[in-house]
Structures are given as structure tokens and as C-alpha cells.
């Protein structure tokens, strides 16, 4: 039973960078079917794809997002990173780990997501 | 970027109503659409993908029809556990989601 499990921390101050990491359990990542992506969602708000990356690290990011995210993919531990840079209050959101297959789908598991706070 | 619309908004109805949401795109995005239904503090769970087949495991009282730029998402009978918020998703290009409707008891 596949699992995605976010983590990270829950506060993070204006200008610096939030990262998050998304662990997968019972099942690899290194699955040639499907890419893994971070979705967000400001509290009250509807859902915004941030990026996805596959397990050979090519990866795409939404262009709005492009210039302050990092992606990548740790093989040996089985997980993916986002880094969110110069980071605002309008970042503030709970942020989601999901899967797609390889072709730009839909993304049929997720993970609990995690809220991350950004204030001074 | 492909804009999503989502009609109503907010929808208030009783148990055993049947129950239709709209999803309208900026452009065609053929039938790469996707339904989600998310409840508080709970991940989307995917209900339907290409427009109208239904994901394993979800209760067939759900459908979905539509193609091109418009489609719905119907609740033939509306049970206490549907209450939640419903999102539609293209996927013809990056990823965009509607705004949401939220299903509430009348």
C-alpha cells in the first residue's frame, strides 16, 4: 500500500527558503512509471501544482514558481525535496506530495500534506 | 495557462438529491480532466480521470461527461459521506485546478 508522507518545518521567516521532503513507503521511487510532484494549497484556497520530478532527476516546474524552486530526488532514502526560495506570506499554504504517471495525468495518490507558515 | 472554472461556487443540498457540478476550460483540453473530492484537513482523493472514467474503489453513484472545453460532474444520490469540496483538474499542459465547489447540507 503505497504511502507519501511530507515533513518539514511548519514555520519558516519572510525572504529565507522553505524545504520540505516527501517519503515514500510501500513502494519504489525509482519506478520507471511515474513522476512525483508538489502540489500546494493556501488555507481557504483552492490547489496550485508547484513541480514534479522523476527519479532520474529530470524534473518541470510551474513557470509562475520556476525561478524560486529546487526539486530533487534522493534514490538511496526513497524520497523527494522541494526548495521554495525568497519565500512570502502569500507561501503560506499546506503543501501536498503526489503521484503521476509518467505522462502529464492526473495525480491519483497523495500524501497528508503539511502546513507551512511563513511569518516573522 | 489553461484557466479552470468551476459553477456554482458554493451548492446546498439534502441526501438523495441528485447533484451537478460544471467545470469550463479556457481552451480545449480534450478529455484530460480529472474530478477530486476533498474533505477538511484531508487530501484531494481522485474520483474520475480522461473526463469520465471512474478510479477504482469510488462509489458509482459518481460520473462524469463532457469533452473539449465543458464538462460535469454528476452525484446521482447525494449520501452524508459526499459532503465535501469538489475540484476539477486539467491536464492538456501543466497542471491547472478549478477554484472548487462546496457541497453543504440544506
Known amino acids: 500500500h503505497l504511502q507519501l508522507q511530507e515533513s518539514g518545518p511548519g514555520l519558516v521567516k519572510p525572504s529565507e527558503t522553505l524545504s520540505l521532503t516527501c517519503t515514500v513507503s510501500g513502494g519504489s521511487i525509482t519506478s520507471n512509471t511515474y513522476y512525483w510532484a508538489w502540489i500546494r494549497q493556501p488555507p481557504g484556497k483552492g490547489l496550485e501544482w508547484i513541480g514534479s520530478i522523476y527519479y532520474n532527476g529530470n524534473s518541470y516546474h510551474n513557470p509562475s514558481l520556476e525561478s524560486r524552486v529546487t526539486t530533487s530526488v534522493d534514490t538511496s532514502k526513497n524520497l523527494i525535496s522541494l526548495k521554495l526560495r525568497s519565500v512570502t506570506a502569500a507561501d503560506t499554504a499546506v503543501y501536498y506530495c503526489a503521484r503521476h504517471y509518467t505522462t502529464v495525468t492526473y495525480f491519483d495518490y497523495w500524501g497528508q500534506g503539511t502546513l507551512v507558515t511563513v511569518s516573522s | 495557462d489553461i484557466q479552470m472554472t468551476q459553477s456554482p461556487s458554493t451548492l446546498s443540498a439534502s441526501v438523495g438529491d441528485r447533484v451537478t457540478i460544471t467545470c469550463r476550460a479556457s481552451q480545449s483540453v480534450s478529455s484530460w480532466l480529472a474530478w477530486y473530492q476533498q474533505k477538511p484537513g484531508k487530501a484531494p482523493k481522485l474520483l474520475i480521470y480522461?473526463?469520465?472514467t471512474l478510479e477504482s474503489g469510488v462509489p458509482s453513484r459518481f460520473s462524469g461527461s463532457g469533452s473539449g472545453t465543458e464538462f460535469t460532474l454528476t452525484i446521482s444520490s447525494l449520501q452524508p459521506d459526499d459532503f465535501a469540496t469538489y475540484y476539477c483538474?486539467?491536464?492538456?499542459?501543466?497542471?491547472?485546478f478549478g477554484q472548487g465547489t462546496k457541497v453543504d447540507i440544506k
Open positions: 483538474q486539467q491536464y492538456n499542459g501543466f497542471w491547472t
Open positions: 480522461k473526463a469520465s
